[in-house]
C-alpha cells in the first residue's frame, strides 16, 4: 500500500483567544465544544478527542498550547478510508506549530504527534502512514 495525494483537505481558522480554553466549532457537523487546554480527561466527542490530543502531544513537544477559537470544513470524506482524522490532526499541528511553537516543531515530530493522538485519545492502533502523506505532501 502507498499513499498518495488527492484534491481534498481541512481548511481551518484559528486564533488565539487570550485564555486556557480552547473554542470549537465544526462546520460541518454543526457543533460546537468547548475544552480547557490543560483538562486531565478532555472532551467527550469523538471528533474533538483528535483537536483534544494534539494540543497534549503539541504541550508534550515543548510547545506553549494555549486557548484558542476554531471553526473548521473539510471535504475529505469521513469515514470512506480517507484519514479524514489523520487530515484533521495535521491541520491543527501545524496550526497550533505556527501560534504558538513559532515553528520548532519538526514535520516528522507533526506526524509523531498525530500518531500518537489516534493511539492515546481516541483508542486507535493506527499506523504513520496518513500522517506522513499529510505532513510531507
Not at 17 to 26: A, Q
Not at 38 to 60: F, H, L, T
Not at 110 to 131: R, S
Request: aromatic share 12%.
Amino acid at each position: 500500500m502507498f499513499p498518495g495525494a488527492v484534491d481534498k483537505g481541512i481548511m481551518a481558522e484559528i486564533r488565539p483567544n487570550g485564555t486556557d480554553t480552547v473554542m470549537l466549532y465544526s462546520i460541518d457537523l454543526k457543533d460546537r465544544v468547548e475544552f480547557k487546554v490543560n483538562d486531565p480527561e478532555g472532551p467527550r466527542a469523538s471528533w474533538a478527542r483528535y483537536i483534544y490530543g494534539v494540543c497534549q502531544e503539541m504541550k508534550a513537544l515543548g510547545v506553549d498550547v494555549k486557548g484558542f477559537n476554531a471553526a473548521f470544513y473539510g471535504d475529505v470524506p469521513l469515514g470512506a478510508g480517507m484519514s479524514s482524522s489523520a487530515a484533521l490532526e495535521s491541520c491543527f499541528a501545524f496550526a497550533l506549530n505556527d501560534l504558538f511553537g513559532d515553528n520548532k516543531v519538526s514535520k516528522w515530530d507533526l506526524v509523531l504527534a498525530g500518531q500518537a493522538t489516534e493511539h492515546k485519545y481516541v483508542g486507535v492502533n493506527c499506523g504513520i502512514m496518513d500522517q506522513f502523506a499529510f505532513c510531507f505532501r
